[in-house]
């Protein structure tokens, strides 16, 4: 049986507090190694499972949207990929959850750094094949596995769920105008930030330490600006064109975040430069693809299994690999 353990993640100056999950013996290759992936969450205050971070922010989430008994996304991927024989890695990030740090405070350049300390501890488990390392991103999670792929061949394939394209600036604004008063803009955050996205976006881009956001109730929150001017000028389309690897890209056909135009056109990019990406429109899903059947969820998780090939290593690697 597929089993989890629960581990610390070295990532920085904390250890983020992360779930290890294993598949049976039967995925494993000649050597008695698992393919594995890094599962990275999507934009807001989340846990490792990719829900909404009801520990460490419970009043920003204070109203449930529907599918929410489900486990979250990424916790639903971990199972069908180990069910695939297939080893995953996934984090509560800073701030989130039971990992230290102050999520409002954490810049998109720290995530990224996060995300390649979380990948360089899959490297260090002697039961996973380095060789067959692949990385799903959700939401900002998937710029995040594109700007480390980018930089490390290693990494065969990505899957990038509900991804953006353009800037951050573009993509909160179109977020807003969609949403208007759905289901999530009943949570506080949410709110807050629909309500003064224009001002974060303008004291943003002219690099202001800060902006405090008035939340439903009288309380309020001191956001840090440095990850939205970040996010702002390092759009998923300039790290596209970059990139030469295998992706699949999923996106729910009613995502109130990221609009499916999104990955119509990080498709584009990624076919300019060079590669072949499998696209899939998942019909009445939104962004955490909390509707999409346990079937389709399986799908995704086949698609990537069938795309971790080895690929070859760096000396540093295969030093690595080596003492494994």
Same mark, same amino acid.
């Given at each position: 049986?597929?089993?989890?353990?629960?581990?610390?993640?070295?990532?920085?100056?904390?250890?983020?507090?992360?779930?290890?999950?294993?598949?049976?013996?039967?995925?494993?290759?000649?050597?008695?190694?698992?393919?594995?992936?890094?599962?990275?969450?999507?934009?807001?205050?989340?846990?490792?499972?990719?829900?909404?971070?009801?520990?460490?922010?419970?009043?920003?989430?204070?109203?449930?949207?529907?599918?929410?008994?489900?486990?979250?996304?990424?916790? &639903?991927?971990?199972?069908?990929?180990?069910?695939?024989?297939?080893?995953?890695?996934?984090?509560?990030?800073?701030?989130?959850?039971?990992?230290?740090?102050?999520?409002?405070?954490?810049?998109?350049?720290?995530?990224?750094?996060?995300?390649?300390?979380?990948?360089?501890?899959?490297?260090?488990?002697?039961?996973?094949?380095? &060789? &067959?390392?692949?990385?799903?991103?959700?939401?900002?999670?998937?710029?995040?596995?594109?700007?480390?792929?980018?930089?490390?061949?290693?990494?065969?394939?990505?899957?990038?769920?509900?991804?953006?394209?353009?800037?951050?600036?573009?993509?909160?604004?179109?977020?807003?105008?969609?949403?208007?008063?759905?289901?999530?803009?009943?949570?506080?955050?949410?709110? /807050?930030?629909?309500?003064?996205?224009?001002?974060?976006?303008?004291?943003?881009?002219? &690099?202001?330490?800060?902006?405090?956001?008035?939340?439903?109730?009288?309380?309020?929150?001191?956001?840090?600006?440095?990850?939205?001017?970040?996010?702002?000028?390092?759009?998923?389309?300039?790290?596209?064109?970059? #990139?030469?690897?295998?992706?699949?890209?999923?996106?729910?056909?009613?995502?109130?975040?990221?609009?499916?135009?999104?990955?119509?056109?990080?498709? /584009?990019?990624?076919?300019?430069?060079?590669?072949?990406?499998?696209?899939?429109?998942?019909?009445?899903?939104?962004?955490? #693809?909390?509707? /999409?059947?346990?079937?389709?969820?399986?799908?995704?998780?086949?698609?990537?299994?069938?795309?971790?090939?080895?690929?070859?290593?760096?000396?540093?690697?295969?030093?690595?690999?080596?003492?494994?």
């Amino acid at each position: 049986m597929a089993h989890s353990e629960e581990i610390p993640v070295r990532a920085g100056d904390v250890d983020l507090a992360a779930t290890l999950t294993l598949p049976d013996g039967s995925g494993a290759g000649a050597d008695g190694r698992f393919p594995n992936a890094l599962l990275l969450p999507s934009w807001l205050p989340r846990d490792r499972s990719g829900g909404y971070d009801l520990i460490g922010h419970p009043a920003w989430f204070a109203s449930a949207g529907p599918g929410t008994a489900r486990p979250g996304l990424l916790a &639903r991927l971990a199972a069908a990929l180990a069910a695939r024989g297939v080893a995953s890695l996934r984090a509560d990030p800073r701030g989130c959850a039971a990992s230290p740090g102050a999520w409002e405070e954490v810049t998109l350049f720290a995530k990224i750094d996060d995300a390649r300390d979380t990948l360089a501890a899959l490297r260090g488990r002697a039961e996973l094949d380095i &060789r &067959r390392t692949g990385i799903v991103g959700h939401g900002e999670g998937a710029a995040i596995a594109l700007a480390v792929a980018v930089g490390d061949p290693v990494v065969s394939a990505l899957t990038l769920i509900g991804p953006s394209a353009r800037s951050f600036r573009d993509t909160l604004r179109h977020a807003v105008a969609v949403r208007g008063g759905g289901v999530e803009h009943e949570h506080p955050i949410i709110a /807050a930030l629909d309500g003064w996205s224009e001002d974060l976006i303008e004291r943003a881009e002219r &690099r202001e330490p800060d902006l405090t956001v008035r939340l439903r109730g009288g309380s309020s929150v001191t956001l840090a600006l440095a990850p939205f001017e970040q996010a702002i000028h390092t759009p998923p389309l300039a790290l596209a064109t970059m #990139l030469h690897r295998s992706v699949s890209l999923v996106h729910g056909a009613s995502d109130t975040w990221s609009d499916p135009e999104e990955s119509t056109l990080l498709a /584009a990019a990624l076919s300019e430069g060079g590669n072949d990406p499998a696209t899939r429109l998942v019909a009445g899903a939104g962004h955490d #693809l909390a509707e /999409a059947s346990d079937e389709l969820i399986g799908e995704v998780a086949e698609d990537l299994a069938r795309r971790l090939v080895p690929r070859d290593l760096p000396p540093v690697l295969l030093a690595i690999e080596g003492m494994g």
